[in-house]
């Protein structure tokens, strides 16, 4: 098999290619919509970090609250289905915010609201969604189908930035937003366009899912853990670009919304690049990988708080989106890939809630220390936290004996096909 066709490999299968499709358009526009909001919070407010702080903190308290239901909803209930749903409510929200926008009538308690609200549908959305890629692909074609969601979801960052920048500078910020709410359309037309008899579905769907039932399924599997708190502790500290991005831009770089949108689009191109070397990989990762590549995003991203000229901070961006890409793909598919099929949707809602649910107590800290000691502090502190971490997961690895063969992770890795 060529390098080329083993890299798209997954999309020879047409319901992952529909997908796909939908949420390449999709997830772009959702960029541009963020830019849009981002920029308007910062209007509104008089660049206020706090301000910002609280909006993506109400973006991302739902997940913590929530994500462990919705993965246990993805474990009894039709996925595709679930899906649909998600999708057309996430796009009347945004229709509301455009028509507040386009009225002159928002507020900036309009965008809090806005923000927790679709918060909760992400909560629903995002286990059904990761689960729901092994149910279109099965397990052989599982890392390439996570690689390649990654890659059209980094295509999407770099395109969405940059073109939102570009459209808010010339028609403000309302045909963004309404833009957003007419894409979700496609990611709902993909999905009802699938053939359903084409999933690969567990052979029976357990009647009763517990939340603890999944957390007991981890007790004991510290192949899992480990990844999970990493991912836990840099997802708190480290992924905080929606706040730190336009802080750099406005108030370090002084620049305008195209150019913060530049900012933004270098991120995502590293992380496209990345997204694109990991579509080869078809076993399970190590937990030296895994530790590695958080090592390595700890120190750039403290790098790119320091760096000291735009030209700079671009490049020191793209570096670290390569890394944020490389180390959550590689923490995703040692979780996924080592989980048995009948627990994966709530083992991925406990992966969604680590990574996106402890946003909001970092977004909140990162904005008081961006706004006492500016916005270099703010995205050089999440880097210094992300290293120790990094450091800390090795030599507790290194410490840990493990067990004779990892019988608990060989078994699982055996149910989904390795």
């Known amino acids: 098999m060529s390098t080329l066709r083993r890299m798209f490999e997954a999309l020879t299968v047409r319901n992952f290619r529909l997908f796909a499709a939908g949420q390449l358009l999709s997830v772009t526009c959702t960029w541009m919509m963020f830019i849009a909001q981002d920029w308007l919070v910062l209007s509104l407010s008089g660049d206020s970090a706090t301000a910002l702080g609280l909006v993506t903190a109400l973006q991302f308290t739902p997940m913590l609250l929530l994500t462990l239901y919705g993965g246990r909803l993805a474990d009894r209930h039709d996925k595709r289905r679930l899906l649909v749903a998600a999708n057309l409510a996430a796009g009347v929200l945004a229709l509301l ?145 929606q706040l730190t991005l336009p802080l750099m831009a406005k108030t370090v770089f002084h620049a305008d919304s195209a150019s913060f949108g530049l900012l933004a689009s270098a991120l995502a191109a590293g992380s496209l690049l990345a997204a694109f070397a990991t579509t080869g990989r078809r076993s399970r990762p190590s937990a030296v990988l895994v530790i590695g590549a958080a090592v390595a995003f700890g120190a750039l991203e403290t790098l790119s708080g320091l760096a000291p000229t735009f030209a700079a901070a671009l490049v020191l961006l793209a570096a670290t989106g390569f890394a944020t890409i490389y180390f959550a793909q590689a923490a995703n598919h040692r979780v996924q890939l080592g989980t048995d099929p009948r627990y994966r949707g709530r083992v991925m809602a406990l992966y969604t809630l680590t990574l996106q649910g402890s946003t909001p107590l970092g977004a909140l800290l990162t904005g008081w220390l961006s706004e006492h000691w500016g916005a270099r502090a703010g995205l050089s502190a999440g880097g210094v936290v992300s290293l120790a971490a990094g450091l800390l997961a090795l030599w507790a690895h290194r410490r840990r004996r493990p067990p004779a063969g990892d019988p608990a992770g060989a078994a699982s890795g055996a149910k989904v096909g390795l």
């Not at 009225?103 to 918060?119: C, D, E, K």
């Not at 996570?146 to 999407?156: I, K, Q, T, V």
């Not at 459209?167 to 359309?185: E, K, Q, T």
């Open 97 to 241: 915010l455009a028509v507040l926008t386009f009225t002159g009538g928002l507020r900036l308690w309009h965008i809090w609201v806005f923000a927790a609200a679709l918060g909760t549908v992400n909560a629903m959305e995002a286990p059904a969604r990761m689960a729901f890629v092994s149910e279109m692909v099965g397990a052989a074609l599982l890392p390439n189908a996570s690689a390649l969601s990654a890659a059209y979801f980094n295509a999407a960052r770099v395109v969405g930035p940059a073109l939102a920048g570009l459209l808010i500078s010339r028609f403000d910020a309302g045909p963004v937003i309404a833009l957003n709410a007419v894409s979700y359309l496609a990611s709902v037309c993909a999905l009802l366009l699938m053939d359903p008899a084409e999933l690969v579905r567990p052979a029976e769907r357990p009647g009763r899912t517990g939340v603890l039932d999944g957390l007991r399924y981890l007790r004991g599997r510290s192949d899992l853990m480990l990844p999970l708190a990493l991912v836990g502790v840099i997802g708190m500290f480290g992924f905080n670009f």
